[in-house]
Nanobody, 124 residues
Framework: QVQLVESGGGLVQAGGSLRLSCAAS????????MGWFRQAPGKERELITA????????YYADSVKGRFTISRDNAKNTVNLQMNRLTPEDTAVYYC?????????????????WGQGTQVTVSS
């Protein structure tokens, strides 16, 4: 079991930027695929981006591709999400997730550990 703690959420104006961070502990960080999910009220939880164990491969949902960038630093046991050109549609609770199974990056079922979530609110 890995423990995940997100930080960096908050209120930002449309067009602005925000950077989320996720600190991992409890298991070797480099053994885990890392992803970010988000969930808005009344909506399904959505996998928006993921990164492979070594950082060599990434996945982005169409809704965030070109605006969001995922990165990881295995030496520091952290994964980050840089969010640019934010819109009100990005408003959601954002969750860091870890997966230790051999699933494709884009498969939500591959993630089995979750952080507590951090709220991102984008105003018009």
């Amino acid at each position: 079991q890995v423990q995940l703690v997100e930080s960096g959420g908050g209120l930002v104006q449309a067009g602005g930027s925000l950077r989320l961070s996720c600190a991992a502990s409890g298991r070797p960080f480099s053994d885990s695929t890392m992803g970010w999910f988000r969930q808005a009220p009344g909506k399904e939880r959505e996998l928006i981006t993921a990164i492979s164990k070594s950082g060599s491969r990434t996945y982005y949902a169409d809704s965030v591709k070109g605006r969001f960038t995922i990165s990881r630093d295995n030496a520091k046991n952290t994964v980050n999400l840089q969010m640019n050109r934010l819109t009100p549609e990005d408003t959601a609770v954002y969750y860091c997730a870890a997966g230790f199974l051999d699933y494709p990056l884009s498969q939500p079922r591959g993630y089995d550990s979750w952080g507590q979530g951090t709220q991102v609110t984008v105003s018009s």
